[in-house]
Each structure stands twice: as C-alpha cells, then as structure tokens.
T-cell receptor, first 114, second 114 residues
Framework: KAGVTQTPRYLIKTRGQQVTLSCSPISGHRSVSWYQQTPGQGLQFLFEYFSETQRNKGNFPGRFSGRQFSNSRSEMNVSTLELGDSALYLC?????????????FGDGTRLSIL | GENVEQHPSTLSVQEGDSAVIKCTYSDSASNYFPWYKQELGKRPQLIIDIRSNVGEKKDQRIAVTLNKTAKHFSLHITETQPEDSAVYFCAAPTGYSSASKIIFGSGTRLSIRP
C-alpha cells in the first residue's frame, strides 16, 4: 500500500498570498488530520476531516481552512499569509479517526513565507 | 480542559542506559495512548500504543505503562542505541471513540551519548 502523500514538498510564498496544500491518504483511510509543526512548538492540531465533513477543529484562525473530497483526499488552504505561518504542515490519515486508532503521517509540506 | 503534558522536554542518556518519558492527560474518558517518534527531517511514526484495558505493553526494547487512576502514561526505552536519538511525542484523545480529537504532548528530544 502506498503511504500518505503530500504535495508540494516545498513552497515559498510572500505575505498576503494564499496557498493550497494537498494530502492523499492511505487507500481505505477515511480520516485525514492536519498539523502545523514549528521548531519548539510540537504538533499543533489544525483540523480533522471524515467523510467529507470537518469533525474536529484546533485553535487556529479562520484563515486556515480545509476540505475533503469523496475519495478522501484532502486539501488545506491558508489565506492572507503571515510570516508566522512559516512551518512544516503535516497531514495524517487513519481508518476511521484519531481517537482510538494510529495515524500515518506524510512527509509534510514545508511552507516558507517571505 | 484539553491538555497533555509531557516531561522532560530534553533528555540525554548514555548509550546502553534506559530512558523514561512521562505524560499526563486530563480527560478521564481517554482510552487510547500512542507514542510517535520523529527522527530529524522525517515524518512522525507510531512506535507503540496502549489501550486502557491493559497496564503495560512491551515491544522489544520499548515499553509503555499506563496508570488510569493517576492519568499518566510513560514510555520506557531500555539499552538505548544511537538510532533512538529523536523527538518523541505522546498523545491522548479527548474522549473514547474514533471521532475524538487527539491532543499531542509538546515532545521530548532524546539524545544518546556514545
């Protein structure tokens, strides 16, 4: 089975722009979660999607949004980019959800804001 | 509130010695406790997990113990080796179902001294 695939791997944007990141989960996995990782800040939960619906949400501003398609692929969008949005964005998939099942992470998208 | 505290934030041990990382959680309904290892520049990967119906689980040099009364769980690594150097994250859900949100600890940077 192919693992979790994230595209692109690297992205450079400027302040004020918007960006869309993509995540393809492991085949058969219906839950996709997104995390922001910055040095010293660990894994900050953004949101989880299951069956095309946002099921859980972290404490991030509304500039961060996402969606999930019928094939479970997910996209994350960040609008009006700020310097502080520079981070590694990881997505993870699991069969039915994160509450009682392991997650499988992708390699991440490293976003740099100039 | 939702919280997972992880200690210590950094840990340095001599090769061959043991390492212990401890996490505490706040939601008494939590019943699934995974540990992830993230090597430098790589994705987090599940190394071991435990469910609330057992108090201990072992996998070769790695073990996890759970104390539901005290709401804490610990990762034990014996006979440490250089390849154990990484950041370790614990996690706990805010409920008992697959739909529950998972909260990660802040991470422990483990260094193995030769």
């Amino acid at each position: 089975k192919a693992g979790v695939t994230q595209t692109p791997r690297y992205l450079i944007k400027t302040r004020g722009q918007q960006v869309t990141l993509s995540c393809s989960p492991i085949s058969g996995h219906r839950s996709v979660s997104w995390y922001q990782q910055t040095p010293g800040q660990g894994l900050q939960f953004l949101f989880e999607y299951f069956s095309e619906t946002q099921r859980n949400k972290g404490n991030f501003p509304g500039r961060f949004s996402g969606r999930q398609f019928s094939n479970s692929r997910s996209e994350m969008n960040v609008s009006t980019l700020e310097l502080g949005d520079s981070a590694l964005y990881l997505c993870a998939s699991s069969l039915h959800g994160t509450g009682n099942q392991p997650q499988h992470f992708g390699d991440g998208t490293r976003l740099s804001i100039l | 509130g939702e919280n997972v505290e992880q200690h210590p934030s950094t840990l340095s041990v001599q090769e061959g010695d043991s390492a212990v990382i401890k996490c505490t959680y706040s939601d008494s309904a939590s019943n699934y406790f995974p540990w992830y290892k993230q090597e430098l520049g790589k994705r987090p990967q599940l190394i071991i997990d435990i469910r609330s119906n057992v108090g201990e689980k072992k996998d070769q040099r790695i073990a996890v113990t759970l104390n539901k009364t005290a709401k804490h769980f610990s990762l034990h690594i014996t006979e440490t080796q250089p390849e154990d150097s990484a950041v370790y994250f614990c996690a706990a859900p805010t409920g008992y179902s697959s739909a529950s949100k998972i909260i990660f600890g802040s991470g422990t940077r483990l260094s193995i001294r030769p």
